[in-house]
């Protein structure tokens, strides 16, 4: 099992990133999937979750009007989006598969069934 994130790196205030999650080893289109970031000195956070079809997402508060998560089940790939990044947004991203049955794949730490590595976004000029 392996999920694999890209697109991190230096974003400028303001900007926008476009995460991607490469999944293999398991049946992608059942499982939810989630994206979470951790902020030095700061607990792991939910930022996003979006159904096993698609077809349900949710974002947290602190990215809301900001953030779009969505997924190609063709592709096994799970995508997300922020713009109008602020510095606040600086963490490591991470993807993760949880069970179908979490409504928009919104799930806690405890309940993900396989995480990825992790990519680093960092936002200043």
């Known amino acids: 099992v392996q999920l694999v994130e890209s697109g991190g790196g230096l974003v400028q205030p303001g900007g926008s990133l476009r995460l991607s999650c490469a999944a293999s080893?398991?049946?992608?289109?059942?499982?939810?999937m989630s994206w979470y970031r951790q902020a030095p000195g700061k607990e792991r956070e939910l930022v996003a979750g979006?159904?096993?079809?698609?077809?349900?997402?949710k974002t947290a508060d602190s990215v809301k009007g900001r953030c779009t998560i969505s997924r190609d089940n063709a592709k096994n790939t799970v995508y997300l989006q922020i713009d109008s990044v602020k510095s606040e947004d600086t963490a490591v991203y991470y993807c993760?598969?949880?069970?179908?049955?979490?409504?928009?794949?919104?799930?806690?730490?405890?309940?993900?069934?396989?995480w990825g590595q992790g990519t680093q976004v960092t936002v200043s000029t």
């Open positions: 979006i159904s096993s079809s698609g077809s349900s997402t």
């Open positions: 080893g398991f049946t992608f289109s059942n499982y939810a």
């Open positions: 993760a598969a949880a069970p179908a049955r979490l409504p928009f794949g919104w799930s806690r730490a405890g309940q993900v069934d396989y």
